[in-house]
């Protein structure tokens, strides 16, 4: 096991930030943990990292304790954070060799490993420029090549793409998935169920400091009962249909607005053809018709009853 929390318990006064949390990372996942704002994302990051006390429970990293001083344990990780941490005065090709320089003792190697980083990302065009020249797109990316130039066996990464324009964010994202190939662990920090979705090999939902829910998506998503969510275009529905269609077998919601009709069904076969018969029996004319599968904000809604935000 790379990560293992368990029973983790972190206070601010009356404030209970992480309220008996467990954690289990293996090695070579991707591990998504979302929760929206003020849910305990950064105070967990915190106390993995060991910035943090913590008042209950226990942190292990490949079954040792992690403190400020663990130098040893500290080179394995990398950190990519929300906000920047890179150096003003130095430029973006300095700012690299920097942190690399941090963990890695060889100078021949430093340097090996920057231009391998600065390929990675498709930095060439901008290695003298200093980080206020950068677009918010590079600057992440600059930041994100920081954290994984010294080649960390674990990457924590805290909402690594927040801000940057959707060029950058595929970069980051292919070299997500890229580093997960080649075997790094990753703990992905978010409050943004798509990004967690599509990178994640396991999700652990956090709400009030507490894993409400823990699993592959296709195991979380199995955890509720809506089964699809179908919207059709209908043009006129009358407040009898409606009641008409709230009642069909397995509907457990609708909602009529701007000519489309929305059926929430819960998981079964048919769905959708019971609705359509139901229609076409009416002789009630429809248009586009889409079906979509559970999100995670819909797991996290029936779970919590609140949207991820
Ligand atoms: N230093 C602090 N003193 C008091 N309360 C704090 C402190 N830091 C965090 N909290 C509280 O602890 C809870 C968890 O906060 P935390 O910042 O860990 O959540 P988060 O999920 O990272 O939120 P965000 O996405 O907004 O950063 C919140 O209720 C927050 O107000």
């Not at 704002?37 to 106390?47: F, H, P, Q, V």
């Not at 290695?127 to 918010?136: A, E, R, V």
């Not at 006129?236 to 009642?247: G, N, P, V, Y």
């Amino acid at each position: 096991m790379v990560i293992e929390v368990k029973n983790l318990v972190k206070r601010y006064d009356r404030i209970i930030a992480l309220d008996y949390f467990n954690l289990m990372v293996k090695e070579g996942q991707i591990h998504g943990i979302l929760g929206p704002a003020g849910s305990g994302k950064t105070t967990l990051l915190d106390c993995i990292l060991g910035l943090k006390k913590y008042d209950k429970g226990s942190i292990l990293l490949w079954g040792k304790k992690m403190d400020r001083d663990s130098y040893e344990l500290k080179k394995d990780i990398g950190v990519v954070l929300e906000e920047e941490a890179v150096f003003e005065e130095l430029t973006l090709y300095e700012n690299i060799s920097y942190f690399c320089s941090l963990y890695v003792g060889d100078k021949q190697k430093v340097k090996e490993f920057t231009k391998e980083t600065i390929e990675f990302l498709g930095l060439e065009d901008f290695i003298k420029l200093y980080p206020k020249k950068l677009s918010p797109g590079l600057l992440r990316r600059l930041s994100f090549a920081c954290g994984i130039v010294h080649k960390p066996k674990l990457l924590i990464l805290d909402e690594p793409i927040e801000g940057a324009d959707p060029h950058s964010r595929k970069k980051i994202m292919d070299s997500i998935q890229e580093l997960k190939n080649r075997g790094t662990t990753i703990l992905y920090i978010s409050q943004n169920m798509d990004e967690i979705e599509q990178l994640s090999t396991e999700i652990t939902m956090l709400d009030r400091g507490r894993a409400i829910a823990q699993g592959t998506k296709e195991e979380l998503k199995n955890m509720i009962s809506l089964g699809e969510k179908i919207s059709v275009e209908v043009y006129s529905l009358s407040e009898e249909q409606m009641k008409e269609i709230s009642q069909l077998p397995n509907v457990s919601g609708t909602e009529y607005d701007n000519r489309t009709l929305i059926m929430k069904a819960k998981k079964g076969r048919n769905n959708l053809m019971t609705l359509l018969d139901y229609l076409q029996e009416r002789k009630i004319p429809f248009g586009r018709i889409i079906t979509e599968m559970p999100t995670l904000d819909d797991v996290y809604l029936e779970i919590t009853g609140k949207e991820l935000g």
